[in-house]
């Protein structure tokens, strides 16, 4: 009985890594938070919506990947246009899900 009480800790606590580590994956490198509207920029580095407008305002106008050296500038009139990462935003759907699903559970409650 300890042993298998000790597996399922185990187990438990690599869920717990694994959901960290996915939870990072997808978190904006420039807000921190997890991608909202996330858009992909021809690097292929992907980022908040807000977030790539922000940049490019407090830029005259212009964004440029954070995470590169910089040399592909992005129009802030041409950020509407850069593609949804849709890979992305599913999986952050996904975690949040899970995420409100852990809550209601952890509360006793049942849908």
């Known amino acids: 009985m300890h042993l298998q009480n ?3 800790s185990n187990n438990n606590n690599s869920d717990g890594e694994l959901r960290e580590q996915i939870e ?4 904006c ?3 921190l938070e997890m991608f909202d509207d996330p858009r992909m920029l021809p690097c292929s580095h992907t980022f908040c919506f807000k977030c790539l407008k922000q940049l490019a305002a407090n830029n005259r106008g ?3 990947c954070p995470l590169r050296d ?3 500038d992005i129009k802030e ?3 509407d246009s850069l593609p949804i990462n849709r890979n992305v935003r599913d999986i952050v759907e996904l975690v949040k899900q899970n995420k409100s699903k852990t809550i209601i559970e952890f509360k006793g409650y049942r849908k």
């Open 62 to 64: 212009k964004a440029r």
């Open 77 to 79: 009139n041409k950020i």
């Open 29 to 31: 490198c420039l807000c």
């Open 70 to 72: 910089g040399k592909e």
């Open 6 to 8: 000790s597996m399922a």
């Open 24 to 27: 990072d994956n997808i978190r």
